[in-house]
């Protein structure tokens, strides 16, 4: 590259252009070559939310509507309403509960949907409040109980699975009027866990009491 030389603080010299590949043989076509095809080897990225919705125990189509959640790219009422799809009478939530849904407020806020996340640490036997946006809470979820790999993959996949019932229990208010029971929910996320987990690891042989019960217990996580 070229810089002014009065950027190298000389003070006794006059200002004059310099290759900074070789300042003392100047611009070369091979320094150039040189420079162009040199590459630092970048630090490898950070792990994103991004890169921990990809479970292989969790539905693909959970996985992906994850994707969309985390990047708001859901068809929340506050988002169609930016699109202009619907009128601003139609954002409330549909709960009921007279708040505008938005992301946020749908999986994490609400205070019907909300509910479910104390009920789901209440299960799995661990403390922690709800932060404001879905990343933190995603990021918080799955950490807040150490850092043991088991316990991380695990709280992994419920997460995802409470963020997929949640979008499906809203899709049956809005679509089939069926009303929110938070009891029923916390049901299928027990029952669902279990599933996802069984499907793809035959070896799970205890009972749905026992999961009921202490579903880390049941893994033989600490």
């Keep these: 590259m070229l810089f002014p030389s009065s950027k190298l603080r000389q003070s006794d010299l006059s200002d004059r252009w310099l290759w900074d590949s070789d300042s003392d043989a100047g611009y070369?076509?091979?320094?150039?070559?040189?420079?162009?095809?040199t590459h630092v080897e970048a630090e490898p990225p950070e792990v994103t939310t991004g890169d921990l919705i990809w479970h292989k125990q969790v539905l693909l189509k959970a996985s992906i509507f994850a994707w969309r959640?985390?990047?708001?790219?859901?068809?929340?009422?506050n988002n169609l309403l930016r699109r202009g799809v619907v009128d601003v009478?139609?954002?409330m939530c549909v709960t009921g509960c007279g708040l505008e849904e938005s992301a946020p407020h749908l999986f994490i806020h609400c205070p019907i949907f909300g509910t479910l996340w104390q009920h789901i640490r209440s299960w799995i036997g661990m403390s922690g409040v709800d932060p404001l946006t879905i990343?933190?809470?995603f990021t918080q979820f799955i950490h807040s109980s150490g850092h043991s790999k088991a316990r991380r993959f695990f709280l992994q996949l419920i997460w995802l699975l409470c963020v997929w019932l949640v979008w499906n229990e809203r899709n049956n208010i809005l679509y089939n009027n069926i009303q929110a029971n938070i009891d029923q929910l916390v049901e299928k996320v027990k029952f669902n866990s279990l599933w996802w987990l069984k499907a793809n690891k035959s070896t799970l042989v205890?009972?749905?009491?026992?999961w009921w019960s202490d579903p880390l217990l049941c893994l033989g996580i600490d």
């Design 69 to 77: 959640l985390l990047r708001d790219r859901l068809p929340t009422k």
């Design 89 to 91: 009478e139609a954002v």
């Design 135 to 137: 990343d933190d809470h």
């Design 206 to 210: 205890f009972d749905t009491h026992r």
């Design 28 to 37: 070369t076509v091979r320094s150039a070559y040189q420079q162009l095809t």
